[in-house]
């Protein structure tokens, strides 16, 4: 494999590294470096010197392409970081669909999807307030895995504000986990680390987990 690193006898019976043809000085390590260096010095023959510097200006060369290079890199990746973050703030002040378990109701509205990852004979969609009481239900039968199934709540006696999701699955007597995508207003855009998450109520949910805006 082009790159390795073997080793020779000389005529002495030491070994000697031998660095691939092909191997990539700039991923080369100090020691590494100094042992070809040396190397060269050592077994060169007396009567054809090796223009040593050559070598080492060819060697310091592809380390600095290397160290522009990533340096490149990184400022593409922070270029690339500030235009999403930017494009992400469009969505403050919105409704969207997202990956969780807190939904907001306005007016009396809300919308729920939720999918299973195998079939189930029932699944029950509850909508618990702050109190933990049951403000509206749902129940489905004979779910098949990977279809979203949706709950549209019209109900303008609960108030407007976020209620906890939960499904509840079963094949038989085995709980089905279900993956719930609520409604939610978006309050703000940060950066969390090198995420880009929306601000919810009181969670901070990356913007990957949205997969919907608007109604």
Known sequence: MAGEITTIQSISGKEIAVYDANYDNSQMDQEGFLEVLLTSFQYQDPFETQDISKFIDNTVKLHELEIMNAFEESVEGLNNNNTLFLTATNLIGKEVLYQGEKSYVEGGETHIEFQLPKEADVATLYLYDSEGRVVAERSFTDLVPNQRYTFDLEDETVADGYYRVS?????ETT????????????DGIEKDGADIVALIDDAKVPVSEIMKIGG
């Not at 499904?167 to 094949?171: G, I, L, S």
């Not at 709980?175 to 978006?186: D, L, N, W």
């Open 167 to 171: 499904v509840v699955a079963k094949k």
């Open 175 to 186: 709980p089905v986990e279900a993956t719930i995508y609520s409604t939610a207003r978006v």
